[in-house]
């Protein structure tokens, strides 16, 4: 998905579900509006939690096809910790529940 075609869906709907997984985030940004940075523990959201929580959303009549976010913190840091399969996983669970899944990520490597 195209990023005019997602904030063209954002600008259509009337809510959107932003799922913070984690406060970790390698960038210790003096700005950061999530109070997210290093010395947050390396932990995250289960995804027995992001698929009750979809759930719950689906019976409060959020329609198919609503644009999600999973974000942090830095939404790609369960890769950091070993875990290859969680961000698939989230995406999954998203897409069954028939949800559009985004991802919100300023993952930066650097070698400094």
């Known amino acids: 998905m195209s990023v005019c ?15 913070k997984i984690t406060n970790w985030c390698n960038m210790n940004c003096a700005h950061c509006c999530e109070c997210s940075g290093l010395n947050q523990p390396l ?7 992001l698929d009750r929580y979809l759930f719950e959303a689906k019976q409060m009549d959020f329609r198919p096809n609503q644009l999600i976010t999973i974000g942090g913190g830095e939404a790609f ?18 897409y069954s529940h028939k949800f559009i899944p985004t991802l919100n990520s300023v993952f930066i490597i650097s070698d400094s």
């Open 77 to 94: 840091a369960p890769y950091l910790n070993g875990d290859n399969r969680y961000i698939p996983n989230a995406l999954d669970i998203a």
């Open 43 to 49: 932990n995250f959201m289960s995804l027995d939690k």
């Open 5 to 19: 075609s997602t904030l063209s869906l954002m600008m259509n709907t009337e809510f959107y579900i932003g799922f």
